[in-house]
């Protein structure tokens, strides 16, 4: 086989996995399970997947040079530029948020946590400018939140939770404050608030069970099954 039959046949192959390449990438961005798009630094879009034009009841190919901007009112497309000037202005790498769309996606309010990034180009015409955005829809993620704090405020138990420090988190039900007698529970340590006012007037056994009580937090379930019996009443 002569050189040039080979060269042909290597730039062939390295054609065809470029493609190849192509066509999966491809595949990703259109299977995303949220918005991406890659606008101008006008908003004018480049590429857009396959959920950002059924939002927008359009065909993918019908989106593209279309305003990004669109998609909000006046008020919130402000606030999205002005995201994409601060990732430039402080040299991000990426800028993340959440704004909703207003009620122009959707009948309802869809509210997205919005990642913004930016790379360079060689063509001037458009600054050597050009975002990618990705928009992962939360609305359903706010309306639990809404609904948990709508309980939270309503029904007559302490219910709370605390981070890997052992920090009481914000959230927390209303009755938890009537229980301890304080509105100050936000990043109170929770073992000291719970167990160390009235140790010493504890029996052996409701020592042990306290102590099978704090192992257990943040365990495995089937541990806390195994022990819960134990704890002090």
């Not at 390449?21 to 991406?36: A, E, L, T, W």
């Not at 930016?118 to 359903?140: A, C, E, M, P, R």
């Not at 938890?176 to 529970?185: G, P």
Request: negative net charge; glycine residues 6%; without cysteine.
């Amino acid at each position: 086989m002569s050189s040039e039959n080979q060269d042909l046949q290597a730039t062939y192959k390295i054609l065809n996995v470029i493609e190849k390449s192509k066509n999966y990438s491809d595949s990703v961005i259109d299977n995303f399970v949220g918005i991406f798009a890659t606008v101008t630094s006008e908003g004018v879009i480049y590429r857009g997947n396959r959920l950002f034009s059924q939002l927008l009841n359009l065909d993918v190919e019908d989106i593209l040079g279309l305003s990004f901007f669109s998609i909000f009112q006046e008020s919130s497309k402000q606030i999205f530029i002005r995201k994409m000037d601060e990732l430039i202005e402080k040299q991000m790498k990426d800028i993340s948020f959440e704004l909703p769309t207003d009620g122009i996606l959707s009948d309802t309010n869809l509210i997205f946590y919005w990642t913004i990034s930016v790379f360079n180009l060689s063509d001037k015409t458009q600054n050597g400018k050009l975002y990618t955005i990705i928009g992962t829809d939360i609305t359903k993620l706010r309306e639990s939140e809404k609904q948990l704090s709508e309980i939270f405020s309503s029904i007559p138990v302490g219910i709370l939770s605390f981070n890997n420090s052992g920090n009481i988190e914000p959230k927390y039900s209303d009755y938890t404050e009537v229980i301890f007698e304080t509105s100050e529970l936000k990043n109170r340590n929770f073992e000291e608030l719970i167990f160390k006012n009235g140790y010493t007037a504890l029996t052996r056994a409701e020592k042990e069970g306290l102590e099978n009580l704090k192992k257990s937090l943040g365990g495995d379930v089937v541990v806390y099954e195994m022990v819960k019996d134990t704890f002090p009443k």
